[in-house]
């Protein structure tokens, strides 16, 4: 009897556009693997993200409120999600492969430090350090005890080139690049407002004009055109205008949100909290877990590697907890 996973990529071949990146067809992992006879390649990708221990951190992992005092801003694991659906909508829309674009949405930002930017400004303070490319160390590296989740090619490729000045290999890295901007652009204002930074009326009118008058509208306007704009083309792109709008309205949110004092009034503790673990650790490199000693024994690397491994894969709340453990001098008890 053929098997279920034959069946799925064969649909794959008679559904999904010709532009599309086919599981059957994909480059492969780093270790050969016996294939499930259930799953596609991408769909075990796409598992093995979500299971990780690294996904699961992005719920106490900063967005772009440090630490905020309330239920319903988001933290870079709601954000995950979000991104993942925007995805999954245009990928859909596209014919291409939404299991891929799941897998890679799921995965871009699970390199991010605590405290969301703050904290990878810190770390690239003290050493060259780059979230995307922590991503591609924690799938190829740290997780599961140092043997990593051995991806396949096109979701390592997504991982590593999701950000801004990145293109990614496939269309689905493309959907999952322009999704994750989308997402937060959205989110970000919409959190704004929750924080009384900003009122939807503070958006300049050209943009809401452009792109809309709600977070909703404005969602719908981009994803929908980027299905408009990406039909039979080579490439996943918006319009000049809405691609415009979209620039215009990240670069008031700039001005507005990611630097306004009210916004930033702990970052510049979060980094100062970075840092001295970060000297702490180089210092007592010994007082690492054991999994992280294992790695700089068994690997051809610094301390300095293996000290940001460590700090990069805290929660926000972890890392508060150390810096107090280590900094911070305790009641003195009888």
């Known amino acids: 009897m053929i098997s279920i996973r034959r069946q799925l990529e064969e649909r794959e071949r008679e559904y999904l556009s010709t532009r599309a990146s086919l599981s059957s067809d994909s480059k492969g992992r780093t270790r050969k693997e016996e294939e499930c006879e259930i799953r596609t390649v991408f769909q075990r990708d796409r598992d093995r993200i979500l299971h990780s221990k690294a996904?699961?951190?992005?719920?106490?992992?900063?967005?772009?409120?440090?630490?905020?005092?309330?239920?319903?801003?988001?933290?870079?694991?709601?954000?995950?999600?979000?991104?993942?659906?925007?995805?999954?909508?245009?990928?859909?829309?596209?014919?291409?492969?939404e299991d891929l674009v799941e897998?890679?949405?799921?995965?871009?930002?699970?390199?991010?430090?605590?405290?969301g930017h703050a904290g990878e400004d810190a770390l690239n303070m003290v050493y060259q350090f780059s979230h995307s490319k922590q991503g591609l160390r924690v799938v190829e590296r740290l997780e599961r005890q140092g043997?990593?989740?051995?991806?396949?090619?096109?979701?390592?490729?997504?991982?590593?080139?999701?950000?801004?000045?990145?293109?990614?290999?496939?269309l689905e890295g493309q959907v999952v690049r322009l999704s994750?901007?989308?997402?937060?652009?959205?989110?970000?204002?919409?959190?704004?407002?929750?924080?009384?930074?900003?009122?939807?009326?503070?958006?300049?009118?050209s943009i809401r004009v452009s792109?809309?008058?709600?977070?909703?509208?404005?969602?719908?306007?981009?994803?929908?055109?980027?299905?408009?704009?990406?039909?039979?083309?080579?490439?996943?792109?918006?319009?000049?205008?809405?691609?415009?709008?979209?620039?215009?309205?990240?670069?008031?949110?700039?001005?507005?949100?990611?630097?306004?004092?009210?916004?930033?009034?702990?970052?510049?503790k979060a980094i100062h909290l970075v840092k001295n673990l970060y000297h702490y650790y180089?210092?007592?490199?010994?007082?690492?877990?054991?999994?992280?000693?294992?790695?700089?024994?068994?690997?051809d690397t610094s301390p300095e590697r293996i000290v940001c491994d460590y700090i990069a894969g805290m929660t926000d709340y972890y890392a508060v907890?150390?810096?107090?453990?280590?900094?911070v001098p305790e009641a003195w008890k009888i």
């Open 55 to 97: 996904f699961r951190r992005l719920k106490q992992k900063t967005q772009v409120f440090l630490l905020p005092k309330g239920d319903h801003y988001r933290t870079r694991l709601t954000h995950t999600l979000e991104v993942s659906q925007n995805a999954r909508t245009i990928a859909k829309a596209l014919r291409l492969n």
């Open 321 to 327: 907890q150390k810096f107090q453990d280590i900094f």
């Open 180 to 205: 994750d901007k989308i997402a937060y652009i959205n989110h970000d204002i919409d959190d704004a407002i929750r924080g009384g930074i900003m009122v939807e009326e503070d958006i300049p009118k």
């Open 103 to 115: 897998a890679i949405a799921l995965g871009h930002d699970i390199g991010h430090t605590p405290f």
């Open 211 to 268: 792109l809309g008058e709600t977070n909703a509208d404005r969602l719908d306007t981009m994803v929908n055109d980027i299905i408009v704009h990406s039909m039979e083309r080579p490439e996943v792109k918006m319009s000049a205008k809405i691609g415009d709008a979209m620039v215009e309205l990240r670069s008031f949110l700039f001005e507005s949100v990611y630097l306004n004092p009210k916004a930033k009034s702990t970052e510049e």
């Open 282 to 299: 180089i210092s007592n490199i010994h007082s690492l877990p054991q999994q992280f000693l294992e790695l700089l024994a068994d690997e």
């Open 147 to 170: 043997l990593g989740l051995n991806l396949t090619w096109e979701v390592r490729d997504g991982i590593l080139n999701h950000q801004t000045n990145s293109t990614p290999h496939t």
